[in-house]
T-cell receptor, first 111, second 113 residues
Framework: GENVEQHPSTLSVQEGDSAVIKCTYS??????FPWYKQELGKGPQLIID?????GEKKDQRIAVTLNKTAKHFSLHITETQPEDSAVYFC??????????FGKGNQVVVIP | DAGVTQSPTHLIKTRGQQVTLRCSPI?????VSWYQQVLGQGPQFIFQ???????GRGNFPDRFSARQFPNYSSELNVNALLLGDSALYLC????????????FGEGSRLTVL
């Protein structure tokens, strides 16, 4: 099955700086790559996603890039704010609504 | 509009007992999936149901079962509870098909003593 790995496990950034989280996947059939944000005591919230026919997608301060050849994708958060502090999960799917998640990255934005 | 709702939010059981968790999907969504999230890990896929039929099953023992009702709500049952079943159980809904866009509820926190 699909194996998704995330790096780094914890990331601390100064408020206003950028944060980048990288993920790799193993199954070349995967074609859908969402990112979820999970705050303490809550369920994961979809923040952005990308499909395999696109290399980059942006939504305000958040962007995701995909390199199918290298089988990795990244989340970029610019102008970080304290409310960006959370655990971020990347995931991959081959289109069957079954997501394989990474272990998560704890992002801490230091005011 | 209401999101995915799950009940109960917290529950405590002892080893060997059985538990039933409930989920109501977003209105109009026909697919429900269940995930187990152990503390400090990412969610792990358990089941997917679409139009009341099982569409997928993850690597979980037969003690785990689920079903989807005509109104698209769903139940997850776990029998003969083990300490290792302690986790956050997440329900996610989607329109169905292969969009891949899953919307999660807040989860049911199960503690097995």
């Amino acid at each position: 099955g699909e194996n998704v790995e995330q790096h780094p496990s914890t990331l601390s950034v100064q408020e206003g700086d950028s944060a980048v989280i990288k993920c790799t996947y193993s199954d070349s059939a995967s074609n859908y790559f969402p990112w979820y944000k999970q705050e303490l005591g809550k369920g994961p919230q979809l923040i952005i996603d990308i499909r395999s026919n696109v290399g980059e997608k942006k939504d305000q301060r958040i962007a995701v890039t995909l390199n199918k050849t290298a089988k990795h994708f990244s989340l970029h958060i610019t102008e970080t704010q304290p409310e960006d502090s959370a655990v971020y999960f990347c995931a991959a799917s081959d289109g069957n609504n079954r997501l394989a998640f990474g272990k998560g990255n704890q992002v801490v934005v230091i005011p | 509009d209401a999101g995915v709702t799950q009940s109960p939010t917290h529950l405590i059981k002892t080893r060997g007992q059985q538990v039933t968790l409930r989920c109501s999907p977003i209105s109009g969504h026909k697919s429900v999936s269940w995930y187990q999230q152990v503390l400090g890990q990412g969610p792990q896929f358990i089941f997917q149901y679409y139009e009341k039929e099982e569409r997928g099953r993850g690597n979980f023992p037969d003690r785990f079962s689920a079903r989807q009702f005509p109104n698209y709500s769903s139940e997850l049952n776990v029998n003969a509870l083990l300490l290792g079943d302690s986790a956050l159980y997440l329900c996610a809904s989607s329109w169905g098909g292969d969009t891949g866009e899953l919307f999660f509820g807040e989860g049911s926190r199960l503690t097995v003593l």
